[in-house]
């Protein structure tokens, strides 16, 4: 019954920052100790791309190269909250992008294999454009 919700897309111009939450519901002790959570996008007639994950058990990070200097995953355990900070946006990075959840031994190797995460989100939109 694990669950979860992105938000937090929207138009933003390039050199611009926006933050996306994806909000957990459902873990287990089990669960939490050996789940991440991993951010993706998909842009048009592109294939979907791993961009950040983090995991819940240990919080130790990965990010695609694209991203890094950019882009920073955390995370809020009392509120069940990973987010996504998005800053120096750059019209390369529209996409579509969804979080996912499932059970990883870390990041680094296993975060960016969409084929190991069990649950997704519906996705939120990011547009970058003057």
């Known amino acids: 019954q694990v669950h979860v919700a992105e938000s937090g897309g929207g138009l933003v111009q390039p050199g611009g920052s926006l933050r996306l939450s994806c909000v957990g519901s459902g873990f287990t002790p089990d669960t939490f100790n050996y789940y991440a959570i991993g951010w993706f996008r998909q842009a048009p007639g592109k294939e979907r791309e791993g961009v950040s994950c983090?995991?819940?058990?240990?919080?130790?990070?990965h990010s695609v190269d694209s991203v890094k200097g950019r882009f920073t995953i955390s995370r809020d355990n009392a509120k069940s909250t990973v987010y996504l900070q998005m800053d120096s946006l750059k019209p390369d990075d529209t996409a579509v992008y969804y979080c996912?959840?499932?059970?990883?031994?870390?990041?680094?190797?296993?975060?960016?294999?969409?084929?190991?995460?069990?649950?997704w989100g519906q996705g939120t939109q990011v547009t970058v454009s003057s």
């Open positions: 996912a959840t499932g059970p990883l031994p870390y990041c680094s190797d296993y975060g960016f294999y969409p084929r190991y995460y069990d649950y």
């Open positions: 983090i995991h819940l058990g240990n919080g130790t990070t």
